[in-house]
């Protein structure tokens, strides 16, 4: 069943943060659906629809930002009551606006997710977990990563409480006090959780979680361990580009079918309705897409412009709400023998519309004529620079091994630079109608990349994908320009680290050929903690509880693996690509002298995953070097066929590559310098190999390049042949 959507925006507040919007009915008036949100500026308001205007019901200001806001009351009965965190506070309101409820939870944190179950209030900062009831400290929990979200299963069907957090380091833990009874393992970190079909399913054990690379996901939760139900893969269809991470989510029956469909936000603007054709069993269908411009903060689904016709709430990061209605537009417009008749309604809401374009437009005029009279006075007077707000991310993509940095503004974007003091490359993104130009830069200088990205009018989000080399770690840096007066620009920086193609992972393969470094001398655990930080990415900043971590991660471009382990005065690393090894040697070395600790560094290479590596890289080479050709060919072939009025007596390798074509060079624009970093990959692992034998061999990397221009009629063997020759 195909779904058909309208979009109606309602009103524009303030700056808002995740889950920040919500939908509750008003018992007192039969169909009517009240909104509740909560925005930068601290102001809390509700709104209601009636006949086509908006009607505020109450504001009550916070005195600091509303992180995040929730609906609550007693087990069993209607959800009536607003609770909002402001700060470390949490502060509840009636329906009428009056605050029944200042509760100050005395966290070190500042609130970043919250959860109401009847009595029972759970909280979360960056690391820390609270669980109050009836506003009494009862249980507390140190995260080892930083959490994302929480909810709980709900108690009316499951008998007792059980928060769930989901934390940055992949996995939802599952707590019973204050101790992690089970952890779940996740295939990317959680951003968002909600109850399946929003009551956890048939028994209360079920729950979705939304991942920051686009992933859905079910769990069934069990008294010791859980069973995944079923995973989405986070790609979009044609192409398979990667969706935006998930916002959040809600179920409501959009399709009438009687059965509630899924309601998905994502941090790209992208809104989704997905059916459940087979209940829990398998990952449901995608009914319904559309884009905003910004990224969606919350969604709810109900009843709020027009009774009878269902649709989805939303808010956005710069502050708009809006609907996404069943209700046909041309509902109040008739035609009758070519003349368009509009309602009365119609009308009115056209006549109002205008006059408050035309009052905007007078406002701004009349701000203007002040602002230009002001900066032409004689009489001293202050300039001051505007406040905006940034909304950045820059995380990596394991599909593809690249970062995908999203800058959102809220106001308008004239143009972004970007600067970078280490060799980078900037991919396609197929969202983004910037135009980029690029100026020259003095390697000598420390500047490797200057590229202006001037934005299209309107535009308030940007999207620029980024390949970083490993073994080459230094800062890259935002400019941001608003088109606002006085001219001003915001200075965001981003640390490229030297294994930052590396990612976490839960599992590590024993049976692989490994090198292994040992590190031993006169340091802490949280000093050799923050120097795995510096050269890795995903790990937490805060150092790890107890006496001993480890992490394991895997390498995005070539799926080798890296296992750390280390405590206070010795740190063991182990991986199955000598080049990894290689650039943790010589990083922590360099970050140990800079500290004055002294170092005794021993190593073991195996001659076996020089070999494994290769047998690595000899596919994606393969594929690599076969595209370039296809690629390179498609010029030629499509002037024969220009020529040619029967193109048959062409091979069917080259009538392949014809049909193809667009899709090989759009394949080929992707990944402009794939074929380099490879080679890079290969030339490095050759200088590593000798270079732990203390051999210096840069003088036969010419000759190494040589066998990788001919590699398409060469062997692996070949290949192998020349690194195992002395």
């Known amino acids: 069943m195909e779904l058909t959507l309208f979009t109606y925006n309602y009103i524009q507040d303030c700056i808002s943060a995740s889950l920040m919007l919500t939908i509750f009915v008003d018992c007192s008036q039969e169909h009517q659906l009240q909104i509740v949100i909560g925005d930068h500026d601290g102001m809390v308001q509700l709104f209601s629809m009636k006949r086509g205007e908006v009607q505020i019901g109450f504001r009550a200001q916070a ?71 009836d506003c009494q400290d009862t249980n507390y929990f140190l995260s080892p990563d930083k959490i994302n979200d929480v909810i709980t299963l709900p108690a009316e069907k499951v008998k007792s409480l059980v928060p769930v957090l989901a934390c940055e380091d992949r996995l939802l833990r599952v707590m019973r006090d204050s101790e992690v009874l089970y952890s779940v393992e996740l295939p990317s970190p959680p951003s968002a959780l909600q109850l399946f079909y929003n009551d956890g399913g048939e028994n209360g054990d079920q729950i979705l979680y939304g991942t920051t690379d686009g992933k859905i996901g079910l769990v069934q939760l069990g008294r010791g361990s859980a069973i995944h139900r079923w995973v989405s893969d986070g790609t979009s269809s044609p192409g398979g580009n990667r969706k935006g991470g998930v916002t959040c989510m809600d179920h409501h029956d959009m399709t009438g079918d009687g059965v509630r469909d899924l309601l998905v936000g994502r941090d790209d603007g992208t809104v989704e309705v997905y059916s459940y054709e087979d209940g829990d069993e398998a990952e449901p269908t995608l009914r319904f897409s559309t884009a905003c411009n910004e990224s969606i903060t919350s969604i709810q689904g109900g009843i709020v412009g027009n009774a009878g016709y269902d649709e ?21 417009m008739t035609s009758e023998s070519g003349v368009v008749h509009i309602s009365q309604e119609s009308r009115q809401k056209i006549q109002k519309l205008r006059g408050e374009i035309d009052s905007l437009q007078q406002q701004v005029l009349k701000e203007r004529d002040r602002y230009q009279a002001a900066t032409q006075s004689q009489f001293p007077g202050i300039s001051a620079v505007p406040f905006f707000s940034v909304n950045d991310k820059m995380t990596l993509n394991r599909s593809d091994a690249s970062y995908l940095l999203s800058l959102e503004v809220q106001t308008a974007v004239d143009n972004v630079l970007l600067q970078s003091d280490v060799p980078i490359d900037l991919l396609d993104v197929e969202k983004n109608s910037a135009v980029v130009s690029y100026s020259t830069c003095d390697p000598e200088s420390g500047n490797f990349l200057l590229a202006t990205y001037r934005c299209q009018a309107n535009t308030t989000r940007l999207e620029v994908r980024i390949r970083t080399i490993e073994g080459q770690y230094g800062t890259l840096q935002a400019y941001i320009t608003p088109r606002l007066q006085p001219k001003c620009c915001q200075v965001r920086q981003y640390r490229i680290k030297p294994l930052s193609l590396h990612s976490r992972i839960h599992t590590f393969d024993p049976n692989r050929p490994y090198n292994v470094l040992t590190l031993k001398g006169q340091f802490t655990l949280p000093e050799i903690h923050s120097w795995v930080v510096f050269c890795l990415p995903e790990l937490p900043e805060r150092t790890p509880a107890g006496e001993q971590a480890e992490f394991t991660f895997v390498s995005t471009f070539l799926d080798t693996q890296l296992q750390c382990q280390y405590e206070a005065g010795e740190a063991v690393f182990r991986s199955d690509n000598i080049s990894t090894i290689s650039i943790l040697k010589d990083v922590l070395t360099k970050e140990a002298t800079r500290k004055k600790v002294r170092l005794d560094i021993s190593c073991e290479v195996s001659e076996e995953s020089v070999v494994h590596a290769l047998h690595l890289l000899h596919p994606r080479l393969e594929a690599q070097l076969m595209l ?91 290949l192998i042949n020349f690194f195992q020759a002395p």
């Not at 329906?95 to 759970?122: C, R, V």
């Open 312 to 332: 989805i709430i939303g808010s956005t990061y710069t502050g708009w709400v809006f609907g996404l209605t069943t209700e046909p537009m041309d509902r109040h």
């Open 63 to 133: 005195n600091k930002p509303i992180t995040r806001l929730e609906l609550g009351g007693a087990l069993g009965t209607v959800k009536d009551k607003i609770f909002v965190s402001s700060g470390n506070e949490v502060r509840g309101y009636t329906k009428k606006g009056k605050q029944f409820l200042g509760f100050d939870t005395n966290l070190t944190e500042e609130i970043k997710s919250m959860h109401i179950s009847g009595s029972d209030l759970l909280v979360c900062g960056d690391y820390v977990y609270n669980h109050y009831h």
């Open 628 to 718: 370039a050709k296809q690629v390179s060919l498609i010029d030629a072939l499509r002037e024969v066929a220009a020529h040619e009025s029967d193109t048959s007596f062409l091979s069917p390798e080259y009538q392949n590559i014809l049909d193809k074509a667009d899709n090989l060079q759009t394949q080929y624009r992707k990944q402009p310098c794939h074929l380099e970093r490879l080679y890079g990959m290969i030339t490095d692992l050759y200088i590593d190999k000798y270079k732990f034998k203390g051999i210096n061999v840069k003088s036969r990397v010419p000759q190494l390049l040589e066998i990788l221009d001919n590699y398409g009629t060469l062997e692996l063997q070949h």
